[in-house]
């Protein structure tokens, strides 16, 4: 039977045979610390791309599919193709809000960025969104101040507009005030609250900085050519209490419909985040695999050369072990003790791996710009590992021991 | 009887063949008295003290410790009957090197009989006064003479207040007035009741025997 505080007793002078062994532990800990610096930084910046990749969709929206348009792809690459399809129009936005048929929201909206907006005495840049009312709540923009865009300010083209949280401060604008942009004159309706930008890389989306966006209903916006073909950039479709999976099968149905309505011109483009998630998720399970695969044949070898290290101190240490056999030590207690040994060794090199797998992921973050992240469960599992691989490499050893014959064991020099 | 081996012998396998290493052999010891055990090398005086003292088990007869059989034991029961009941005192004073001296007197308490770490103290400071050490407390085992090692590992086996003592050549490694010292000791805790068996060749240490014992003569093949 063995007691907590004989382990403590046996950890302690275990602890101190390292000790006195200092440079053959280091060495045969530092196999086992370079595999725990594989598994902490292969963690640590597996979970920095999967936070990266769930704030991107976060951004984007998990339930949500992006429609934008874009140049033609296949056949008609390179050719003027405008006599077939111009492109996404309202006619599509509302070909696909009759499919959704109150399922989910749609809004849509066009585009200018770099625009100069100017208020009394001050002015910015700022990307000018003309947008249908529903795209505002669908993009999830909720506002600070005043109110967000009103079906009625399109159907009557009020000249009113609503504007990112940052670009209110630029223009010190609040309520009422009235901007210029173009040649055209709105008044501040709504200052959204801050939102961010919208995370798009890796997505073929174009980006949109929300904090620095003046919003103006669709119907006013001041897009020449928008507003005569009733073109858009892009539509936002957000579903009602679906669940994501079933987004896929939503973005093949928008994108028959568009088929049929572009007459196989493919000038769009269907993001799903939630597809996204998964290629990413399989992408980074596969950099798992790899990197656990790498660090799994470190521990191994580490966990190896910790067994041959804890059988040459066996070896060494057969008188010691003879000794403690004569004055009552049981089998247990010398399993004990060099499981203790084994277990000891190895948290150290955990421990030590862990710290340099943590600058590690650090200067990987440093200088390749790769996104990093510690979760305590990641950095936990090190040292876990690292003990695990003391207790399975030193149990062959600790046995070794402690089948010795005391008698025999008393007569090696 | 304290303890008691019937028909004890022991043999080895070694390259196929079978090794002698004890002559069956019986012998009884009692309280009180310290036993030394003489013969020519290879005649099992250790072999003997190890088969008592249950580090080794006989290849046939059996050792009756307050009458109860070893050879029923198993390891942990072996294990534990060494730590409080039995006390070694080896040729070579083997401590570990890593602790100091008290340390290395309170070693069999790790294994067993008293457990609080201040009685525990108190006794081995005690048991390094009474062998004159008690001033090298903190130091290390290299920092000591062979003697001074000696008496401390004659500490060691006093820790947990043997009934038997064995004794393997104690005197082996000693010059004469440290061979006094220790045997003065084994003397002294064979008066005060213990059981002491001593393997020795030193013709003084059979001077302080209460009986000797020559395996030689003692030993006897049962017939076969």
């Not at chain 2, 019937?6 to 390259?15: C, K, Q, T, Y």
């Amino acid at each position: 039977m063995l007691y907590p505080a004989d382990v403590y007793a046996d950890a302690r002078d275990a602890w101190s045979s390292l000790r006195r062994r200092a440079v053959r532990s280091s060495l045969s800990a530092l196999g086992i610390a370079i595999g725990v610096v594989a598994l902490v930084s292969m963690l640590s910046i597996g979970e920095g791309a999967k936070r990266a990749t769930l704030q991107r969709i976060s951004s984007l929206g998990i339930e949500t599919v992006r429609i934008e348009s874009a140049p033609p792809l296949n056949a008609f690459a390179g050719v003027d193709v405008t006599n077939l399809s111009v492109g996404l129009t309202v006619a599509d936005a509302q070909r696909i809000a009759a499919w959704l048929a109150g399922r989910g929201t749609l809004g849509y909206f066009a585009r200018n960025d770099e625009q100069l907006v100017t208020a009394a005495n001050h002015r910015a840049l700022a990307t000018v969104v003309g947008a249908s009312a529903d795209w505002l709540p669908a993009e999830t923009l909720r506002a600070a101040a005043g109110r967000l865009l009103l079906p009625s300010d399109n159907l009557q083209q009020r000249r009113v507009c609503v504007l990112g949280a940052r670009l209110g401060i630029t223009l010190a604008a609040s309520i009422g005030t009235p901007l210029h942009t173009g040649n055209q004159i709105c008044k501040v309706v709504g200052i959204l609250r801050p939102r961010g930008r919208l995370l798009t890389e890796g997505t073929g989306l174009s980006a949109l900085d929300f904090d620095n966006a003046l919003i103006t209903p669709f119907t006013t916006s001041p897009f020449p050519s928008g507003a005569r073909q009733r073109g858009v950039h892009g539509m936002l479709v957000r579903l009602r209490n679906n669940s994501p999976a079933s987004l896929p099968g939503v973005a093949e149905n928008l994108k028959a419909i568009l088929r049929e309505t572009h007459r196989d011109v493919t000038n769009y483009r269907i993001v799903v985040p939630y597809a996204l998630l998964n290629e990413a998720r399989d992408t980074q399970a596969l950099f798992q695999l790899v990197m656990g695969a790498i660090a799994g044949l470190s521990l191994l070898v580490g966990g190896i050369g910790v067994m041959n290290v804890m059988l040459s101190n066996v070896t060494e240490q057969t008188h010691e072990i003879g000794l403690r056999m004569a004055v009552g030590a049981t089998r247990a207690r010398i399993v004990s003790l060099y499981m203790c040994h084994s277990a000891l060794l190895c948290f150290a090199g955990g421990v030590v791996g862990l710290m340099l797998g943590i600058a590690a992921a650090l200067l990987v973050q440093t200088y390749a710009g790769w996104a990093v992240a510690f979760s305590l469960l990641g950095l936990c599992l090190g040292p876990a590992s690292a003990l695990l691989t003391g207790l399975v490499f030193g149990l062959h050893p600790a046995l070794r021991a402690a089948a010795l014959n005391p008698a025999l064991a008393l007569r090696e020099s | 009887m304290l303890i008691q081996g019937d028909n004890l012998h022991r043999e080895f396998e070694f390259a196929g063949k079978s090794i002698t290493a004890l002559a069956t052999t019986s012998l009884a010891v009692t309280a009180g008295e310290l036993l030394t055990l003489t013969g020519p090398s290879g005649s099992g005086k250790s072999t003997l003290l190890n088969l008592l003292s249950g580090l080794d088990r006989p290849s046939g007869g059996e050792v009756r410790f307050e009458d109860q059989p070893l050879n029923s034991f198993n390891d942990a029961q072996a294990a534990a009957l060494r730590n409080r009941a039995f006390g070694f005192i080896f040729q070579t004073p083997h401590l570990l090197p890593y602790k100091t001296v008290v340390e290395n007197v309170a070693l069999p308490c790790s294994y067993g009989g008293i457990r609080d770490a201040q009685t525990i103290d108190e006794r081995a400071h005690g048991l390094l006064e009474y062998v004159g050490l008690a001033e090298y407390a903190t130091h290390y085992p290299r920092m000591l003479s062979a003697g001074e090692l000696q008496r401390v590992v004659f500490a060691r086996a006093l820790i947990n207040r043997p009934r038997v003592l064995f004794a393997d050549e104690p005197t082996g490694s000693l010059d004469a007035e440290n061979a006094h010292r220790v045997l003065s000791l084994l003397r002294q805790e064979a008066v005060a009741g213990k059981c002491v068996i001593m393997a020795t060749h030193d013709a003084e240490a059979m001077r302080f025997a209460t009986r000797r014992l020559n395996l030689d003569k003692f030993s006897h093949a049962l017939p076969g």
